[in-house]
């Protein structure tokens, strides 16, 4: 196995149980290190620190244990049973109402570059680093062995997040098993997965408790879902008794699945519409007022290099939506780029709200549900915020 050696001082961090190493503090290697191969990271002078994954970029190691063991079948099954005990104390396992839910969530379940989706008895995996795409056998079978008979099948969905510059054979496809059934349930509401071509593994999971408070402020009012992907929140907006849902998204894809799920849930539905329209256009030619409305764009920066743009995207954003709201409305505001801080964001939403020259409080602070959880040694991991709003004249 080989070994790193980080120069003076940088071992500190890992100390304080961060889980990643970056390039630029290491001194030294004994040998060499493949994409992907299990590393021993030691201190300048020769103590043991971690054994992690490397990779070729600016972040070099992703710590998988901070102890000397070994990294085999029983580490594996004991790291996934953790994650799947620790949902089951959340309700998730065997639940009426849910049956999709994250299984483990990369550095928050001490498994960096991982990510398993359960929708209905499949896993569906997204590996991020070389390291976890060498060990898909070895989670394969932890997976068998901890969820048992109610395992239908695993499917792998890392063709695209997979470095781009590693030399792997992977393509997305089932690994094992056999899919029954795509459909899902999401409190009490239903929803059709499409893992092989729909985005991240199909559905955002992480905001289903958001999605629930949409349902308890949408009773009698006009509700407009920007971005609204698979139409989660519409759907949601819909059983909570809105008057009016509007959806728009600038795909057309999107809207067909939206007009899906309404369709799904609320059959013969007479009080949705759904738009594909770019959600900048809609604001600037439509003038009608809403009571609700629902900001939740894909990530404007996905590296800090976009930082700057990203801010005055979201700023333009929600200033847009602030004018268009009516007296006594709600804003649910939201970013997913984890480069930009909860800071950042509340900055950006508050030039907006300056602009405008409304009255703008908060109500509510918004995040991801607990089956994303944040390591408090790494709080990159916190990657979605959310602001509830609330605009008067």
């Known amino acids: 196995m080989t070994h790193i050696y980080l120069k003076p001082g940088k071992e500190q961090s890992i100390r304080r149980f961060h889980p990643w190493i970056f390039s630029g503090a290491i001194a030294s290697m004994s040998g060499t290190a493949n994409e992907g191969d299990i590393v021993t990271i030691f201190s300048s002078t020769k103590e043991f620190l971690a054994l992690g994954h490397y990779q070729k970029s600016s972040i070099a190691v992703r710590i998988l244990s901070f102890s000397q063991e070994f990294i085999n079948q029983n580490f594996w099954n004991n790291r996934i049973k953790s994650a799947y005990e620790y949902r089951k104390t959340l309700g998730l396992i065997n639940s009426s109402h849910t049956t999709c839910y994250r299984l483990v969530h990369g550095e928050g379940d001490n498994l960096p570059g991982l990510i398993i989706d359960m929708y209905n008895g499949v896993a569906v995996l997204q590996m991020h680093s070389v390291g976890m795409y060498k060990h898909t056998q070895h989670i394969i079978e932890a997976l068998k062995t901890v969820l048992g008979d109610s395992l239908q099948a695993i499917y792998n969905k890392s063709a695209s997040t997979l470095p781009f510059k590693a030399e792997t054979d992977n393509t997305d496809g089932l690994l094992w098993g056999q899919v029954l059934s795509t459909e899902v349930l999401e409190n009490g509401n239903t929803f059709v997965i499409d893992w092989e071509k729909g985005q991240k593994t199909g559905f955002f999971i992480d905001q289903r ?47 067909d699945l939206t007009n899906e799920a309404v369709t799904l849930n609320f059959p013969n539905c007479n009080t949705h519409k759904a738009l594909a329209e770019d959600v900048f256009d809609f604001f600037q030619n439509n003038n009608e007022k809403f009571d609700v409305i629902i900001l939740d764009p894909p990530a404007f920066a996905k590296h800090n290099s976009a930082l700057k743009n990203a801010l005055q995207g979201y700023k333009r954003l929600n200033m847009k939506a602030i004018e268009q709201i009516a007296s006594g409305g709600l804003l649910f505001t939201f970013s997913c780029s984890q480069v930009v801080t909860k800071e950042d964001f509340r900055k950006s939403v508050f030039a907006a709200a300056a602009n405008t020259k409304r009255n703008v409080r908060i109500i509510q602070q918004l995040t991801q549900p607990a089956d994303h959880p944040i390591s408090i040694y790494h709080p990159e991991g916190e990657y979605l915020k959310g602001l509830l709003l609330q605009i008067t004249d």
């Open 209 to 255: 408790e958001n999605r629930k408070l949409i349902e308890l402020y949408s009773q009698g009012k006009r509700v407009l879902n920007t971005f609204c992907y698979t139409g989660g929140f519409s759907v949601y907006a819909l059983r909570g008794g809105a008057s009016q849902v509007v959806s728009i998204d600038s795909s057309q894809r999107a809207i």
